[in-house]
């Protein structure tokens, strides 16, 4: 198993100096991700807030309240994570 360890820790090492362009691809596919991921989350976000709003107005409040306040969760969890990241990153000097 130890060296089993060794083995991989040498073969990531290898493959982290040998291709900068396969990093740098690596790194546009990360950032592509999750741009499309954003975009998903915003527009679940939006649905969800206004199909609470749409069912706390009928009648149905108890459903209502809960998809709302699922949607303002899923908001500050979406919106808020990237700001959080990066002002953790600025508070620590790193760069992200």
Known sequence: MKHFLIYIAVGLLCLSFTDVA???DLVDAAQSAQSLFNKIG???ISIGI???GILFAV???QI????LISGLIGAAAVLGAPA???LLGRVFGASV
């Open 64 to 67: 209502g309240r809960t998809v």
């Open 22 to 24: 396969m990093a740098r």
């Open 42 to 44: 915003v527009a679940a």
């Open 59 to 61: 009648g149905a409040a």
């Open 84 to 86: 959080l990241i990066s």
């Open 50 to 52: 206004t199909l609470g």
